[in-house]
């Protein structure tokens, strides 16, 4: 409570994911300000209160209570093993909106070909307890450090480690370093979660579950746009048979009975060549127009 105003207390990514987040949460129509080297951001909602951590502490603040909610990665509540309610999972990361990956790398010109190679050997990364996981379910025994700071060098100094698990969403970072993947330690998405204590409370609960509707929504808009048109009549089988929709589209009568009106969402990459097959088909006053959210 601050002032008789329930508050719901928000955990958001610093680091990698956080400018992404922050243009997922304006685009759920939330502004988020942040003042230069400042940890506590201000939102436009008087019942949203915000602070910025790591995503690799994020799980365990939400399961100790400092925040009630939070964003983080998958594979740091695996890391931690936090006691955390997993609301939903949010598909986006630093550059895309698809899983990033934690990978098992070496140098180019190393021996190691399989994971099997590395029995006896020497593996540093930030993911220390996935990837003892992953070597124990492969029957590898080997030294796992913990890796401070940039982790990709460390491949190609001599003596140091004779591989890297590291995070990766493209690959190019690793290529850059001379580095060769060996195998996919795990894969991991954006997850939207809560204290359990938080989650028991009905306001908060509902609270969390509108802010996860809304940022879900957003993320559903990317890449996606609404198109209008007015179709005559005799013509609407032919238009809809070229409409990769969505979902099917809606279609309503108007003052002429010869004509429809029909709205319909797709994918923006289509619709530089959709638009003129659709004009040929007999559709008149398109209209694109861009999504903030779309809901499910």
């Known amino acids: 409570m601050s002032d008789g105003v329930k508050v719901l207390r928000v955990g958001l990514p610093s680091g990698s994911l956080?400018?992404?987040t922050l243009s997922v949460l304006a685009r759920a129509g939330y502004r988020v300000r942040l003042a230069?080297?400042?940890?506590?951001?201000e939102i436009d909602d008087p019942e949203l209160e915000g602070m910025m951590f790591?995503?690799?502490?994020?799980?365990?603040?939400?399961?100790?209570?400092?925040?009630?909610?939070?964003?983080?990665?998958?594979?740091?509540?695996?890391?931690?093993?936090?006691?955390?309610?997993?609301?939903g999972e949010l598909a986006y990361s630093k550059n895309s909106a698809g899983p990033v990956r934690w990978v098992l790398a070496v140098r180019e010109d190393s021996p190691v070909r399989t994971v099997r190679d590395l029995n006896g050997k020497r593996i540093a990364t930030e993911l220390v307890g996935a990837t003892r996981r992953y070597l124990a379910a492969h029957g590898v025994v080997a030294e796992v450090d913990f890796s401070w700071g940039t982790t990709e060098p460390k491949a190609n100094i001599p003596g140091l480690v004779d591989a890297i698990v590291e995070l990766t969403e493209t690959g190019a970072s690793l290529r850059a370093n001379r580095l060769r993947i060996i195998d996919t330690v795990c894969e991991s998405t954006t997850r939207f979660i809560a204290n359990k204590s938080s989650w028991r409370d009905p306001w908060k609960r509902e609270k969390a579950e509108n802010l996860l509707i809304l940022l879900q929504g957003?993320?559903?808009?990317?890449?996606?746009?609404?198109?209008?048109?007015?179709?005559?009549?005799?013509?609407?089988?032919?238009?809809?048979?070229?409409?990769?929709a969505l979902h099917t589209p809606t279609v309503s009568a108007?003052?002429?009975?010869?004509?429809?009106?029909l709205e319909v969402i797709a994918e923006e990459?289509?619709?530089?060549?959709?638009?003129?097959?659709?004009?040929?088909?007999?559709?008149?006053?398109?209209?694109?127009y861009s999504l903030n959210k779309v809901i499910y």
């Open 254 to 261: 108007q003052h002429d009975a010869n004509w429809v009106a």
């Open 218 to 244: 957003a993320l559903a808009a990317d890449g996606k746009v609404g198109l209008k048109m007015n179709v005559p009549r005799d013509r609407l089988a032919a238009v809809i048979a070229r409409l990769p």
């Open 36 to 41: 230069a080297r400042s940890y506590v951001p």
């Open 269 to 288: 990459r289509v619709v530089r060549d959709l638009i003129p097959l659709l004009k040929r088909e007999g559709a008149a006053g398109i209209i694109e």
């Open 18 to 20: 956080q400018e992404a």
């Open 54 to 87: 790591r995503a690799q502490e994020m799980a365990q603040f939400v399961e100790r209570g400092v925040v009630d909610v939070g964003l983080t990665g998958s594979d740091w509540i695996l890391e931690t093993g936090a006691d955390v309610v997993e609301v």
